[in-house]
C-alpha cells in the first residue's frame, strides 16, 4: 500500500507523544510506502525544520534513507501532469499530483481541500490520520 502524507500531519508524526507517531512507526516497520516528490519533500523542510531544528530535520531524512534501504518503503515520484484536484487551495495540488502519479492508496491529511477527491474517480482518497491508524492499519 502507498500513501502520501499531507504536511499538516508530518509535525506530529515526528512528535514522540502524539498519537499520530504511530503512523510514522508503522512505515518504520515497512507496514507502507511513503510517497512523496521533489516539491512535497521541500515543503516538509520549510515547515518542519524551522520547528524541529536542522539536527531533528537530518534524523528524519536519514529515518527516510534508512526506511528506503530496509524496506524499500519510500517511492519518489515526478508528476509531470497537474490534476488539478484541490482548486480551493492549489498548494495542496502537488499532494494530489504526487498520490495519483504514485498510485497511492491514501492522502493523509487534516485538510478539507482534498475532500473533493473522494468522487473524483481517481484511486487516492483522503483520509484523517485517525482513521488511517483504526481503518486501514487495523490499530486502537
Known amino acids: 500500500m502507498t500513501v502520501v502524507i499531507d504536511t ?3 509535525l506530529p508524526m515526528l512528535s514522540l507523544t502524539h498519537p499520530s507517531r504511530v503512523i510514522r512507526e508503522e512505515w518504520a516497520k515497512g507496514r507502507f510506502t511513503w510517497a512523496m516528490s521533489t516539491e512535497i ?3 516538509y523542510q520549510e515547515i518542519a525544520e524551522p520547528r524541529i ?3 531533528r530535520w537530518k534524523d528524519f531524512l536519514l529515518l527516510l534513507e534508512i526506511g ?8 519518489l ?4 501532469f497537474h490534476f488539478d484536484q484541490a482548486p480551493a487551495d492549489p498548494d495542496d495540488n502537488k499532494f494530489a ?5 504514485a498510485h497511492a492508496e491514501w492522502v493523509i491529511t ?3 481541500h482534498f475532500k473533493s477527491m473522494t468522487d473524483s474517480g481517481y484511486k487516492p482518497q483522503p483520509i484523517r490520520p485517525e482513521d488511517f491508524v483504526r481503518q486501514v492499519l487495523g490499530l486502537p
Open 97 to 101: 499530483d504526487c498520490a495519483i502519479t
Open 8 to 10: 499538516n500531519c508530518l
Open 41 to 43: 519533500l521541500l515543503e
Open 68 to 75: 528506503s534501504a530496509l524496506f524499500d518503503n519510500v517511492k
Open 110 to 112: 487534516e485538510d478539507r
Open 77 to 80: 515520484v515526478t508528476p509531470h
Open 53 to 55: 531544528g536542522t539536527g
